[in-house]
């Protein structure tokens, strides 16, 4: 057993490793400028980064968080959400996770780094001042994330609801120590994009890469979430069309639109897709021995940003 946990987490590792190395290859595109800020909470310094175009405020807001071990810059590249700040008109804030690590609700998580860092609060701190500074339309803001920054984005919808119009969580689940204190004060729509062949985030719940601790599967957590929208059994199914017959993989939307409370739910169920963003982007090409396959028949930043923008708080 301790034999399987190293080569777990071994594993874990390398493939971080592999997936910074593959964002070291792709570079941005976007005429908007990213300006660094800074809080203090709890006398921490804590950083974002900021990416608004030239339009009328206040404007609707994607807060992106990236994943273990990469950083607010990185994600500028890997969430793929720039070339939208222009074309849309929408501010993207990219904040970064002390140690690069969002305390997303595993114990695991609470205690990477020294002292205990309150995420919650800085994100809704972070939001406040978006708000107070008339960057952001309060009825407009947007939470996404990648592995542990979806399951960042999963215990904002537990803790802070009444902040956000929609989430969206790609390569995650509701951790099992989450979902134990997650009580929702109101529903969010939630979009989850997940791999059937995730070997970080494994689709069919349990133990995650690192050793890092238990994961619902991704059925029990759209189970989850359909209960606090109050969403019928109801489902729309659709296939996207095999846009890049060559990447190993295929999509399946799964809609439960008819919620008493207003809030869809919607699964992008990625056969055969690994732990990554799906894309056309270049990665480095070995990123897909650790990290499993990458979906092309879709942008996940435009998926995520379609099912966002007629949504209001």
């Known amino acids: 057993m301790r034999r399987r946990l190293r080569l777990t987490r071994r594993f874990g590792l390398i493939s971080a490793i592999i997936f910074v190395v593959a964002l070291a290859l792709s570079a941005p595109s976007s005429a908007s400028e990213l300006h660094e800020q800074q809080l203090v909470i709890d006398g921490r310094d804590r950083d974002y980064l900021l990416s608004v175009p030239p339009y009328p405020r206040p404007l609707p807001t994607i807060i992106a968080l990236h994943g273990t071990l990469i950083n607010a810059r990185q994600a500028t590249v890997s969430m793929g959400l720039q070339p939208l700040v222009d074309s849309?008109?929408?501010?993207?804030?990219?904040?970064?996770a002390v140690a690069?690590?969002?305390?997303?609700?595993?114990?695991?998580?609470?205690t990477w780094t020294v002292g205990h860092v309150d995420d919650v609060s800085f994100l809704r701190r972070l939001i406040g001042d978006l708000v107070n500074s008339g960057i952001s339309d309060p009825h407009r803001l947007y939470v996404?994330?990648?592995?542990?920054?979806?399951?960042?984005?999963?215990?904002?919808?537990?803790?802070?609801?009444e902040l956000l119009a929609a989430a969206a969580a790609i390569a995650a689940s509701l951790p099992v120590e989450l979902v134990e204190h997650c009580s929702p004060t109101r529903p969010v729509p939630l979009l989850l994009m997940n791999g059937t062949a995730d070997r970080v985030v494994?689709?069919?719940?349990?133990?995650?890469?690192?050793?890092?601790?238990?994961?619902?599967?991704?059925?029990?957590?759209?189970?989850?979430?359909?209960?606090?929208?109050?969403?019928?059994?109801?489902?729309?199914?659709?296939?996207?069309?095999?846009?890049?017959?060559?990447?190993?993989?295929?999509?399946?939307?799964?809609?439960?639109?008819?919620?008493?409370?207003?809030?869809?739910?919607?699964?992008?169920?990625?056969?055969?897709?690994?732990?990554?963003?799906?894309?056309?982007?270049?990665?480095?090409?070995?990123?897909?021995?650790f990290l499993g396959k990458k979906n092309g028949d879709f942008e996940a930043a435009y998926a995520i940003w379609n099912f966002f923008k007629n949504k209001k708080r």
């Open 202 to 289: 494994p689709y069919e719940g349990g133990g995650l890469a690192f050793g890092g601790g238990q994961v619902l599967s991704t059925e029990q957590t759209i189970r989850f979430w359909r209960g606090v929208n109050r969403c019928t059994d109801q489902m729309d199914v659709q296939t996207l069309p095999n846009v890049d017959d060559a990447d190993g993989t295929s999509v399946n939307t799964e809609t439960w639109s008819k919620c008493a409370s207003g809030a869809p739910v919607v699964l992008y169920r990625i056969a055969g897709g690994g732990h990554r963003i799906p894309g056309r982007r270049e990665d480095w090409p070995v990123a897909d021995v």
């Open 100 to 110: 690069a690590q969002w305390n997303d609700g595993r114990s695991l998580a609470a």
């Open 88 to 96: 849309e008109g929408l501010a993207a804030i990219y904040p970064s």
């Open 144 to 161: 996404a994330g990648f592995s542990n920054g979806g399951m960042m984005a999963l215990r904002l919808m537990c803790e802070v609801p």
